[in-house]
């Protein structure tokens, strides 16, 4: 199944080769790698280098590598699990750039909002509109509600995703948004001016939804990621 490899990064060759088995289906998840003696010689690489290559390819969520008599490498079942788990690295860790990070939410929650718009059927809409009420309600609780009314601003997006119909979507944005506090945190001022301007673009999101407004949809989340991005950086600039 494998071949020789160029000695130049030799354990990242190996890596490509078992993935694109992998993806392929040439290796089925549950499946046993061959022993390490086997994949030595058909790979033609040292111990150290081949063992790297599975910790690699462990790390990405291809293998599991279990120990034991009935031990080995064994190909995992490729899912939305892994994706979600590397994206939330990158987000928490505030490894992604303001900017790259607006651009990146300002394609995918304008497409969303805007698929939300044309899908929303009339509970989609009422439950919206529930979480809309329920985030004025913490706001309105002054500085005590400000938590409870960002977790109620994530519940609303992480629903217009659901609505959305796009299991990608929804993943996406399910890790973006578990993760995204260390960027508020670190960038993001925190006052009721603000909180409320959100507010209020949330309530222009409903509205557009309810309206089945996918064009609206799109500006309206699109214009809110640009501005809430400007204010970030502008702290970030400081």
């Known amino acids: 199944m494998f071949k020789q490899v160029k000695q130049s990064k030799a354990y990242q060759d190996v ?13 089925k998840a549950g499946s046993l790698l061959p022993a390490e003696r086997e994949l030595k010689e058909q790979f033609s690489v040292s111990r150290g280098t081949l063992r790297e290559a599975l910790r690699v390819l462990e790390q990405k969520g291809l293998i599991e590598i279990r120990t034991g ?3 080995g490498s064994f190909v ?12 939330g690295l990158l987000i ?3 490894a992604v750039s303001l900017r790259d990070l607006a651009e990146f939410r300002e394609e995918i929650e304008g497409g969303v909002t805007a698929l939300a718009a044309e899908r929303a059927g009339a509970d989609d809409v ?3 509109k529930a979480l809309l009420v329920e985030a004025e309600g913490n706001l309105n609780q002054g500085r ?7 977790r109620t601003d994530e519940q609303m997006h992480l629903a217009l995703a659901r609505i959305s119909g796009n299991l990608l979507f929804l993943t996406v944005l399910k890790s973006l948004y578990v993760n995204i506090h260390t960027y508020y945190v670190k960038y993001l001022p925190r006052n009721k001016a603000l909180l409320k301007e959100n507010l209020a673009d949330l309530s222009d999101i409903v509205v557009a939804v309810a309206e089945h407004d996918a064009v609206r949809a799109r500006n309206v989340a699109q214009s809110h990621v640009r501005r809430f991005n400007e204010y970030m950086e502008q702290k970030g600039a400081e």
């Open 144 to 150: 005590a509600g400000w938590d409870a009314f960002i």
């Open 76 to 87: 995992r079942e490729i899912n939305s699990d892994n994706l979600s788990d590397n994206l």
């Open 126 to 128: 009422a439950l919206l």
């Open 69 to 71: 008599v009935s031990g």
């Open 92 to 94: 928490r860790n505030c």
């Open 15 to 27: 890596v490509d080769q078992i993935q694109e088995a992998i993806m392929a289906g040439s290796l």
